[in-house]
């Protein structure tokens, strides 16, 4: 018999309920099961995970890292895909896989490209991948000359942060 697979997610988005159903309807009809952590007690994903925890606010990288070697040794987990501290957590890979962790996540060299909107899309760019038009601005003026030139060519303008997340859409 093939044993369940304990998959962790933490502080992810809420649209990941969905990728949590794809998991457990996995081809292969193998056994899942999901621990997610979040700050946010009302996340739709602690709702949806077999086991759920509010993880500690304030936490450093380093000191997160220990908490999610913690974490994975102490619920036995196969499979981590990591959000919050991506980067710091992948230049620990090692110490996760000695602790029998996968890490769902890229090279340390891509957690720093696209940890900035901009050098994504310009190593996306560089590598022959189409992105969207898109602009960095600095300023009002330049925003708004943005703006205009995206709904000349029929597009609506989504404003986004170059680091971090969220966004909102114009119009």
């Known amino acids: ?66 908490f999610a070697l913690d974490q994975c040794r102490r619920r036995g987990i196969d499979v981590f895909v990591p959000r919050l501290h991506q980067a710091a957590i992948v230049a620990h890979r090692a110490e996760f896989e ?8 890229p090279p340390a060299e891509a957690v720093a490209v696209f940890e900035d909107k901009v050098s994504g899309y310009e190593a996306a760019q560089a590598a022959g991948v189409p992105v969207p038009p898109w602009w960095r601005v600095r300023t009002a003026a330049e925003l708004l000359d943005a703006v205009e030139e995206l709904e000349e060519r029929g597009h609506r303008a989504c404003f986004k942060p170059a680091a971090g997340r969220a966004g909102w859409a114009s119009g």
Do not use: C, K
């Open 98 to 105: 000695a602790a029998g962790t996968a890490l769902l996540a």
């Open 1 to 66: 018999m093939v044993s369940r697979v304990r998959v962790w997610l933490n502080r992810t988005y809420a649209e990941n309920v969905f990728f949590m159903d794809q998991l457990r309807r996995n081809p292969s009809d193998r056994a899942v099961e999901i621990h997610a952590t979040h700050g946010d007690p009302d996340s739709p994903v602690l709702a949806a995970a077999d086991t759920a925890a509010l993880e500690p606010e304030s936490l450093s990288p380093a000191a997160y890292v220990e």
